[in-house]
């Protein structure tokens, strides 16, 4: 998992066996080191950086859903994937907005793009899991996670090692499965 964090370091594996790519794909070893079928495809890869991340630290404030949509929208446009933007835009704005109403943290936002495929998400110090709650009407607050849910092709809430929790949202390209994510 952390070969992909080593910095000036081009890692990949190259097998073309169906045998090998398949106990890559089971063991997640895809997910974090590109898998090429020959050389000469890895060696063509090798020039393109394998995963983009972009981090902002914001205060717990009135402003940091407008400065979470600005981060997230220059970070796309950067980037060059201006079909993630509009989606990426609203599952900041709700992850953001409920870590500032249901903890006493500053948020974290990280965009993270690897093979078109984009993920947003939200750090904060209280260990407490976000939960997606059923709510009889629209009227009722606690719409924002299933806002997430709708717009994301997948979403979900993990311990973070600091002793808080990271809830992200994934993106894809139209026409990936959840196979293409890992699922």
Do not use: Y
Not at 26 to 53: I, L, S
Not at 113 to 135: H, K, M, Q, S, W
Not at 145 to 168: E, H, I, N, P, Y
């Amino acid at each position: 998992m952390r070969i992909g964090d080593w910095p000036g370091i081009p890692f990949a594996v190259v097998t073309g066996r169906p045998d090998h790519l398949a106990r890559l794909a089971a063991q997640t070893v895809d997910r974090f080191v590109p898998v090429h079928p020959d050389v000469d495809a890895a060696e063509r890869a090798r020039d393109q950086p394998p995963r983009r991340r972009a981090v902002q630290l914001l205060a717990a404030s009135p402003g940091a859903s407008a400065l979470a949509r600005a981060f997230v929208e220059r970070t796309c446009t950067q980037w060059g994937v201006p079909e993630h933007t509009q989606n990426a835009v609203v599952i900041a704005t709700e992850l953001v907005e409920n870590a500032i109403r249901h903890t006493t943290s500053d948020p974290q936002l990280r965009v993270e793009l690897r093979r078109g495929i984009l993920t947003v998400a939200v750090a904060d110090d209280n260990p407490r899991p976000a939960v997606l709650l059923e709510r009889p009407s629209l009227r009722d607050s606690g719409l924002g996670l299933r806002l997430v849910a709708q717009t994301a092709r997948v979403w979900g809430c993990s311990r973070s090692w600091a002793g808080g929790k990271v809830v992200w949202a994934v993106l894809a390209r139209r026409g990936r499965s959840r196979h293409d994510l890992g699922g």
